[in-house]
Nanobody, 119 residues
Framework: QVQLVESGGGLVQAGGSLRLPCAFS????????MGWFRQAPGKEREFAAT????????SYADSVKGRFTISRDNAKNTVYLQMNSPKPEESAIYYC????????????WGQGTQVTVSS
């Protein structure tokens, strides 16, 4: 069973930066694409970024493109979300998720880490 543990959340000022790691265990990390999602209070969970198994291919929501960067270190079984210039409206619980390469959905989710962006 895949286990995902996010960390690195906290309070950050608008315009600052924050990096969220997500540690993967239980299976072979290189067999999974990874994604970051977020959910603000009263809103649905939304996609932020995804990265393929090798790290070569990434994709972003338009709202974060150019400010957030997803990356992975397959030697450390960790995926990262670098958040630059976050906005107050991006305060949310941030979740990482794992999708086996070729599978249509994300099957494994972490418990999330709270990010609060102050103005």
């Amino acid at each position: 069973q895949v286990q995902l543990v996010e960390s690195g959340g906290g309070l950050v000022q608008a315009g600052g930066s924050l990096r969220l790691p997500c540690a993967f265990s239980g299976r072979t990390f290189g067999n999974y694409a990874m994604g970051w999602f977020r959910q603000a209070p009263g809103k649905e969970r939304e996609f932020a970024a995804t990265i393929n198994w090798s790290g070569i291919s990434t994709s972003y929501a338009d709202s974060v493109k150019g400010r957030f960067t997803i990356s992975r270190d397959n030697a450390k079984n960790t995926v990262y979300l670098q958040m630059n210039s976050p906005k107050p409206e991006e305060s949310a619980i941030y979740y990482c998720a794992a999708r086996r390469t070729g599978a249509p959905t994300y099957d494994f989710w972490g418990q999330g880490t709270q990010v609060t962006v102050s103005s």
